[in-house]
């Protein structure tokens, strides 16, 4: 069996499925912000994967010379915008920080309903 | 044919705008820099005053191979968010006159985000919009936390950041599904090429996307960020975010909707998922609203109610429905904006936000007190205030469409949001305000609310010119 199993399509969804579930769960389950954010990088990185996976393997003649490179266009867009996030979203930590010497998640309530 | 660069100009100015502000913040001591508000204020209005020019008699076109929209649609939106921005920075004089420091970056990061709206409202794809999108979002993450001493603000920018972060990247989960299924991001070769048969990938993919936008819009069950980050960021800033930020995901809601849902099947579970959303966010934005005692809280979640009303318009659908939802979202930027004024007011002069320091308001400030209450009663969709005529607008166009319980459900909550508007216009006029400051109104301040009075008013008495406009861009989408 291990001989014909062939990466395809299906296998890079796949990962990329199962990087964005389980950066969705570190994003509910984890207590310390930074790692918060990391976990949003991987769901980031989930979409990523998708798009360069649809652009290597969707794209034809068919679909239009225009399209060659929209999903590789599409990755690097998301990796820069990422990158600025992370960016704002370490400095956010740092002001945490120094107001009140931590970055546990449960300590952020002095906003309540 | 029309240059490139004469339809990109109020973009091109703003972005300019923003840079030198920035600029100017960084090369002149804080001591010496003066004119930066007035700056900011005169640039807007040039580049409103240009914008609603090119609204009635500008070029209608897609260009850069269909990446970017100027039609009439857009250009509307765009006026809508300069007008926004304009009335923002005008009340916020005062307030960003108390911060201890980065004054000059506050206007910079307030034209950043109004040029991600209006690149969002012109996106005539997913990529651009979503760069759109992030523009405004990363300027506002460090808006909401712009008073770093302050815990509260701090908090709120995390929470903002975390959870956008969140929202954003499930939108695009759902973008690169769409983009898989059909080779394309834009929404035209989407729209032409998705119309077969449902598939749990398209099905997939449009939820994540409304589920994506539902934050932005902060639909119900994506609705409870909403109340924490508006209470915690600076008032100027959640006036923006309650009023523009939404405006803009709607423009993007609504294109994204008629150009690519209603081609496919997914119309009808489409449509009843809308319909579900749109009631609960109505029903519950309305009740929670009821026990609050911080007006920035208060109005959060009048905020969340006013987005379900806005979801009937576009589930109502068609050029009335669209019509409806545009005309609502243009008068709710002038009541919000009164209300949100008398709310900065309050906070620069008292440093509170809370419902019983208005006590005795009448007394201390009427000028601010009438403001108020011609706001939240447009809001409250009292005639002969605009909030009635847009009201009747949406309600209508879904009653039109056979869509009869959803107006129904609207018309009820209606009632039960004028409880808790005339709750706070009570505490300002009957409460006893012993001992609480007088609280007069000044310069752009006054300006800034009498102005959103005045439009209030004048749109509830007269709202044919604006309702004109409204479906002009409704029927260039079509």
Redesign the interface.
Known sequence: MIGNFSVGLSTY?LV?AML?CI??YG?FAKRN?IA??MS?EL??N??NI??IA?NRF??NEK?GV??LL??H??AL??IV?AA??VA??LA??I??YR??QSTDVDD?N???? | MFNITTVLTPEIALAVLSLSLLAIGLLIPAGARKGMMPLTVFSLMGVLGYTLYDFFYGPEAAFLGGLYMHDQFAVYFKILFLAAALLVVLSSGGYVQKLPKHRGEFYSLLLMATLGMMLMAGAGELITMYVGLELMTISFYILVAYLAEDARSSEAGVKYLILGATSSAILLYGISLIYGLTGSTELLEIASKLSGNLTPASLLATVFILAGLGFKISLVPFHLWSPDIYEGAPTPVTAFLAIASKAAAFAVLIRVYLLTMNSQTFSATGQTLLFVLAAITMIVGNLIAIPQTNIKRLLAFSSIAQAGYLMVGIIAGGISGIKGVIFYAMIYVFANMGAFAVATLVAEKQGSSEIKDLAGFWHRSPLATVVMTASLLSLAGIPPLAGFVGKFYLFSAAMDQGNVAIAYIGFVMSMISVYYYLSVVKVMFLAEGDGLPEVPVHGAMKFTMVFTMLITIAIGLYPTPLAKMAIAAAQSLF
């Open positions: 969804l990329g964005f950066g969705l994003v912000i918060v954010l949003i769901m980031l989930a979409v998708n798009f649809f969707i794209w679909i225009n399209y929209t999903g266009v599409a867009f998301v915008v600025a996030e704002v979203g956010l930590i002001t945490i107001n009140r952020l002095w906003l309540k309903w």
